[in-house]
């Protein structure tokens, strides 16, 4: 691409801070950057039209973990580790909200739903664990988080009780992206979308970056890509697809709040009188580990057999669109926030919680910078 001179000195000259992905991580990582360093020249690179992992794509569940999936997690992680990833969520939904304000996340505290087959012996595991759980969790909500109440939406093939969350809730993914993107630019950031990072190389003072578009150079680099983040060299993170669908409006819809199946591996909710459905990523861990974003008709066809069969059993309903997002998993559930070199910090690995704790990993992350 050939730029003109004007292009070269007004966006790609004398940046003080490049950072890669435009999602929620990128974008409060520049907003308190300019607030710790209002004067500097913020540029944010992003490879799709919109952000293209999964900051635009997810469910827009404002959670923090389903007792099952807490109970998993204890399986491989200690005490003191759940409870920390549990107050980093919450501490990150509070700067979400403070940051945007409810209006414009559309915010709504409906509490939170778990789906129990009959047969599997989860339910019996969480109602043994309940106790533990919520007294685990009792300094951060100084109450119980977890309880039991009867199904009374109409569900099938699943156990008579739904576990309940009473603090979960639920936002509006466009239009918090679209708040926080409208702040960004309203502060002078400039964001630079189709632009795919290909590499860096660091020098004494600066680091180069080669994009499929230019070459440009910066004086640091925040690497904010999460699921995408190995193709910067990022190990530590796999990139994890997240199927989604959503049926056309339906009539009289009683289904109100965020639900969870299986430890969390599929989700619903209902959004504009419609059900929005995702998961399965446990068919085929494997296959899933994949940056495409196409859906395969193993995990649609999953998705679809539960809806008919457990969630919207004599509802009919119609497919209207289909979607998939990029999350970023690993071995563990902490996030990554680390200094890389002299000059090239990341903030990644948000293990499917990025609306919960993409803002204060962006605040972590420009709080790298000394």
């Known amino acids: 691409m050939n730029l003109s001179y004007w292009e070269i000195k007004s966006w790609l000259t004398n940046i003080d801070y490049a950072i890669v992905g435009s999602g929620i991580v990128g974008l409060n990582c520049a907003l308190h950057l300019k607030n710790r360093f209002p004067k500097a020249k913020i540029l944010i690179l992003e ?108 569900f099938e093939n699943c156990h008579e009780h739904l576990g309940f969350n009473q603090f979960e809730g639920q ?11 409208n702040l960004v630019l309203s502060k002078g950031i400039k964001i630079l979308n189709n632009v795919l990072v290909e590499q860096f190389s660091e020098g004494n003072t600066s680091v180069n970056i080669k994009t499929n578009q230019f070459e440009c150079s910066t004086n640091n680099l925040l690497i904010a890509t999460n699921g995408f983040a ?24 009683n289904i109100k709040g965020t639900f969870h199946l299986e430890e969390g591996y599929y989700y619903f909710r209902n959004i504009d009188n419609r059900i929005l459905f995702g998961g399965g990523r446990n068919l085929d861990f494997k296959g899933e580990e994949t940056t495409d974003l196409n ?7 999953k998705l679809e057999d539960l809806l008919k069969t457990t969630i919207l059993p004599h509802t009919p309903f119609d497919i209207d669109q289909r979607w998939s997002g990029i999350m970023g998993v690993g071995g563990q559930k902490q996030p990554i926030v680390k200094q890389v070199s002299n000059t090239v910090f990341c903030g990644v690995r948000l293990g499917g919680m990025g609306v919960a704790i993409g803002s204060l990993i962006g605040k972590e992350l420009a709080d790298l910078i000394p």
Do not use: W
Request: charged share 25%; aromatic share 8%; net charge positive.
């Open 47 to 154: 490879r799709g039209m919109l952000p293209q992992g999964a900051s635009t794509k997810n469910a827009g569940f404002a959670c923090f973990g389903s007792l099952s999936e807490l109970i998993g997690d204890l399986k491989t992680h200690s005490q003191e580790v759940v409870f920390k990833l549990v107050k980093k969520r919450i501490t990150g939904l509070h700067l979400l909200r403070t940051t945007l304000g409810d209006d414009h996340i559309n915010f709504k505290q409906l509490g939170g739903y778990e789906l129990f087959s009959k047969t599997d012996g989860l339910f019996e595991q969480c109602q043994s664990q309940q106790f533990e759980i919520n007294t685990l969790l009792k300094p951060l909500f100084k109450e119980d988080v977890f309880s039991f109440k009867p199904n009374t939406f109409g």
């Open 171 to 181: 936002i509006d993914t466009g239009k918090m992206m679209e708040a926080l993107t």
């Open 230 to 253: 190995s193709h910067l060299g990022i190990a530590e993170v796999k990139p994890a697809r997240a199927q989604v669908l959503i049926t056309k409006p339906i009539d009289n819809l």
């Open 295 to 301: 859906q395969t008709k193993r995990i649609q066809s």
